[in-house]
T-cell receptor, first 114, second 112 residues
């Protein structure tokens, strides 16, 4: 039972480069999310999706784009990486809306922008 | 706006001792409350959640939490801590549509 799978797990980027983080879930969840985790700041929502073909902005969307072409996949793109985007990124999913449902997290992707 | 406060950034307990991690929330109505645990290098895993009903909630790994509306608190407890409990613990509150707010976390260190 894979749950939520993220790739890559580690990546180093140079400032200005672009990249895509891939997320896949095998639980048939409608809702998917991308969070970033920074020391002392907890988890902050970047973007989310309430179903295939939909995306919406979270708390900290600037500098990121997302796509949900298939129900099981949610991609996070960095268009032009900046050192401020050095962080740990978590993909997550839930059966229903987050306010009352359990969120299932991937293991994280460590991104360093130099 | 909803918010969560975890006042303790770091806690150290001896193995076998009891544990209480504090969580205070702010939300206008009855909230959904969660505790998640994050082991080093891993994602977050749900320990327990409260929606309504009995204010003492049992979770996995021997953890429990008590919802106290009068104190706006949802503290996590464990009677006897094991070395494998060393991790970071996050309290979270859900209420508005698509809105769950996480606290900044409490790191638990367990010493022999």
């Amino acid at each position: 039972n894979a749950g939520v799978t993220q790739t890559p797990k580690f990546r180093v980027l140079k400032t200005g480069q672009s990249m895509t983080l891939l997320c896949a879930q095998d639980m048939n969840h409608e809702y998917m999310y991308w969070y970033r985790q920074d020391p002392g700041m907890g988890l902050r929502l970047i973007h989310y999706s309430v179903g295939e073909g939909t995306t919406a902005k979270g708390e900290v969307p600037d500098g990121y784009n997302v796509s949900r072409l298939k129900k099981q996949n949610f991609l996070l793109g960095l268009e032009s990486a900046a050192p401020s985007q050095t962080s740990v990124y978590f993909c997550a999913s839930s059966y229903g809306g987050v306010s009352g449902n359990t969120i299932y997290f991937g293991e994280g992707s460590w991104l360093t922008v130099v | 706006a909803q918010s969560v406060t975890q006042p303790d950034i770091h806690i150290t307990v001896s193995e076998g001792a009891s544990l209480e991690l504090r969580c205070n929330y702010s939300y206008g109505a009855t909230p959904y409350l969660f505790w998640y645990v994050q082991s080093p290098g891993q994602g977050l895993q749900l320990l327990l959640k409260y929606f309504s009903g009995d204010t003492l909630v049992q979770g996995i790994k021997g953890f429990e939490a008590e919802f106290k509306r009068s104190q706006s608190s949802f503290n996590l407890r464990k009677p006897s801590v094991h070395w494998s409990d060393a991790a970071e613990y996050f309290c979270a509150v859900g209420g508005g549509y698509q809105k769950v707010t996480f606290g900044t976390g409490t790191k638990l260190q367990v010493i022999p």
